[in-house]
């Protein structure tokens, strides 16, 4: 079934004319739905290797975005472009089901701005009030009422244990070819459990989170130049607040992109890591508790080692998670991330301090 039949099941006011792929991210395959009338839908084939549930991720996406609609709406703002909006099929149903695969569709909000990189601090303030603002709307939620869409995403310690199975088995003999990186994993394995056991102590609250917190999952105004709306809601689920800052840091602070080879370049500008602090914590508005806060440059390592470690595992077991778009391409982004951890260790006392100034 193609994707222009498969985007008229929803519930759409006008005949579709295209269905155009379209080249992002790392999981789900998307689409450009174009209408006679000229409305355009974003139509998505779920990865359900990976969101085993997708019905229950949907459930989850439906109930925070009307949440945030809501919010939005009463604080005068433009439920259309602040929020995503979800459609359901004429059936009733979250999801339209075909033999190749589950989709969903949304409304495409159109003349918006993203990035892949940041320009500047102003660029990077942005990005975490955008962020700090979509876990202010949600902070009086329930998160007991959402599913894990991956069960222990953030899991930073269970993700060690898996990269040290995936060395153990060595499925395509790479296990050699990465040693320095594997020596390095394990020297850097105090970060494993430094967030995960606050929050099992309960020193973490644990909150509606978005858990995938890279800079293009934000679409800003492009007059403003403000962040209007998250976009990528799949793993929106309980977790701590300081995944998405850490995951930000990983992707905001940085001044190249997570597969960029040029690995001597590769490092954090500590006037964007200043920036992404006061915005973050400006844009949740008092919704963060003093225990969260200090722990933001802790966050940003632990996240980085996370992705690292969660790349290499891929390589060791060839590549079945990750798309990849060239050679080596796992290999390429857990060496970058690699660099980036070394950089953030080297600037830790300096990150520390910038707490000081909130
Ligand atoms: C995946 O598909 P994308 O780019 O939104 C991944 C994130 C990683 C990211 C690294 C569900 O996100 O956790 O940080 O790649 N998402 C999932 O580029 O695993
Ligand atoms: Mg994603």
Request: hydrophobic content about 35%; overall charge negative.
């Amino acid at each position: 079934m193609d994707a222009q039949v498969i985007a008229s099941q929803f519930t759409i006011q006008s005949p579709v004319v295209s269905a155009k792929p379209m080249g992002i991210g790392n999981i789900n395959a998307s689409f450009v739905v174009t209408c006679e009338d000229g409305s355009k839908y974003a139509l998505q084939r779920i990865n359900t290797n990976i969101f085993k549930d997708p019905k229950g991720m949907m459930n989850n996406i439906f109930a925070v975005t009307e949440h945030i609609r809501n919010k939005v709406a009463s604080e005068g703002g433009d439920p259309d472009r602040e929020v995503l909006q979800y459609l359901k099929t004429a059936e009733g149903e979250t999801v339209y089901e075909t033999e190749e695969g589950v989709y969903r569709m949304y409304r495409f909000v159109d003349d918006v701005l993203t990035i892949q990189q940041v320009p500047d601090a102003e660029w990077a303030y942005q990005c975490a009030f955008a962020f700090g603002r979509f876990q202010k709307q949600l902070s009086d939620f329930d998160s007991s009422v959402l599913i894990e869409t991956i069960p222990n995403f953030h899991h930073t310690q269970k993700r060690y244990e898996t990269f040290l199975a995936s060395v153990e088995k060595d499925a395509t003999g790479r296990k050699e070819e990465v040693a320095d990186l594997i020596e390095f994993a394990k020297k850097e394995s105090y970060l494993a459990s430094a967030i995960v056991k606050d929050v099992e102590a309960g020193v973490l609250p644990v909150r509606v989170t978005h858990n995938d917190t890279k800079i293009n999952n934000i679409l800003f105004n492009p007059e403003t130049k403000r962040g209007m709306c998250i976009i990528d809601l799949d793993t929106v689920m309980p977790a701590t607040t300081l995944y998405d800052f850490g995951d930000m840091v990983r992707t905001a602070a940085t001044v190249t992109e997570e597969d960029d080879e040029r690995y001597d370049q590769v490092g954090m500008d500590l006037r964007y890591f200043k920036a992404l602090v006061k915005g973050y914590y400006e844009g949740s508005d008092g919704a963060l508790t003093r225990e969260e806060i200090k722990r933001f440059p802790l966050s940003a390592k632990v996240i980085t080692y996370e992705t690292f470690l969660r790349f290499l595992t891929d390589y060791l077991d060839g590549d079945v998670y990750f798309a990849c778009r060239k050679d080596r391409h796992n290999l390429i982004r857990a060496t970058n991330q690699m660099y980036l951890l070394r950089n953030m260790e080297d600037h830790y006392e300096q990150m520390l301090s910038v707490l000081d100034e909130l």
